[in-house]
């Protein structure tokens, strides 16, 4: 039972990333409605992720795994929450948008990572997929994350840079990533060294 359920949340959480990455690639990697509501639906399996780790079913840690989710599920609903054209607006002044890089970054991790569980579950080994997974973190993660605080300035410029509660505690957790990034990136570089030893 637990081995059929990680098998169809893998398999659901594949084809929702890839679904999302190529809807998003064909759209010129820019922000558009249906895009956004993929986007929150992909990231939106990620409870069941949370859940997999908290329970022991997945062996994972369950404190890296919320950590990394909260901080996903606040940038989606900050997308969600500005409204559609001042994110359009806003996001097609900067040189790079936060929308392509965590569209790019988001998706492929968890397109690699959902194969790699699955070659996991079914004990096959794809070395290529091994590879993928322990060495596309080196400049995802990092992409990512440079993505996340793009759409923090979007959200910060739409309500005009006001000193209020609400920015203010954006402001608080754009400065725990200098805290926590470094653990969870260099929790990946041993999890590297040690799988591809």
């Known amino acids: 039972m637990k081995k059929a359920w990680l098998i169809s949340f893998n398999i659901i959480t594949l084809i929702a990333w890839a679904l999302f990455f190529f809807h998003a690639a064909l759209h010129g990697l820019q922000v558009d409605a249906q895009s956004l509501y993929m986007l929150a639906l992909a990231q939106g399996l990620a409870i069941f992720e949370v859940m997999n780790a908290v329970i022991g079913i997945a062996g994972a840690n369950w404190l890296l795994t919320a950590m990394q989710v909260f901080s996903r599920f606040l940038i989606a609903g900050l997308l969600l929450f500005i409204p559609f054209e001042t994110l359009v607006e806003i996001d097609?002044?900067?040189?790079?948008?936060?929308?392509?890089?965590?569209?790019i970054a988001w998706s492929i991790t968890e397109i690699v990572?959902?194969?790699?569980?699955l070659t996991d579950l079914f004990k096959k080994e794809i070395k290529a997929i091994t590879f993928s997974r322990y060495t596309f973190f080196i400049l995802l993660y990092p992409m990512g994350v440079t993505g996340e605080f793009l759409v923090m300035y979007a959200f910060w410029k739409w309500r005009e840079f006001a000193i209020d509660p609400i920015n203010i505690i954006l402001a608080g957790i754009a400065l725990s990533y200098f805290v926590f990034f470094p653990?969870?990136?260099?929790?990946?570089w041993k999890q590297r060294k040690k799988k591809l030893a």
Do not use: D, N
């Open 113 to 117: 990572r959902a194969l790699y569980y």
């Open 183 to 188: 653990k969870l990136y260099g929790h990946m």
């Open 92 to 103: 097609s002044t900067l040189p790079v948008t936060g929308f392509a890089l965590i569209s």
